[in-house]
């Protein structure tokens, strides 16, 4: 049974950083693709950052320049920097985990992101 446990969330000003934290339990990390999303009130659940079990990373516009997803295998985490927040970017943000070559993805609680103006 795979366990995602995201951390990392907070309030911070427009232009300030923050930086989440995933860590997985129940399973062997190292095989897992990864990713950020996030979701809005109102809005459907966006994909933010993705990173492959080879350590690959993805980014979706809204995130180049300024987040940046890595994993450590040896902690079973993966974290995404996110520099330059703006108010847009207030969301809750989910970890999520799918097995290389699979369909099935786990999710975590998320964590709540907010940037005020």
């Known amino acids: 049974q795979v366990q995602l446990v995201e951390s990392g969330g907070g309030l911070v000003q427009a232009g300030g950083s923050l930086r989440l934290s995933c860590l997985l339990s129940?399973?062997?990390?190292?095989?897992?693709?990864m990713g950020w999303y996030r979701q809005a009130p109102g809005k459907q659940r966006e994909l933010v950052a993705a990173?492959?079990?080879?350590?690959?990373?993805n980014y979706a516009d809204s995130g180049k320049g300024r987040f940046t997803i890595s994993r450590d295998n040896a902690k079973k985490s993966v974290y995404l920097q996110m520099n330059s927040l703006k108010p847009e970017d207030t969301a809750v943000y989910y970890c999520?985990?799918?097995?290389?070559?699979?369909?099935?993805?786990?999710w975590g609680q998320g964590t709540q992101v907010t940037v005020s103006s």
């Open positions: 999520s985990a799918s097995p290389r070559g699979g369909t099935r993805i786990y």
């Open positions: 129940g399973n062997v990390f190292s095989i897992y693709d």
């Open positions: 990173i492959t079990s080879s350590g690959t990373p």
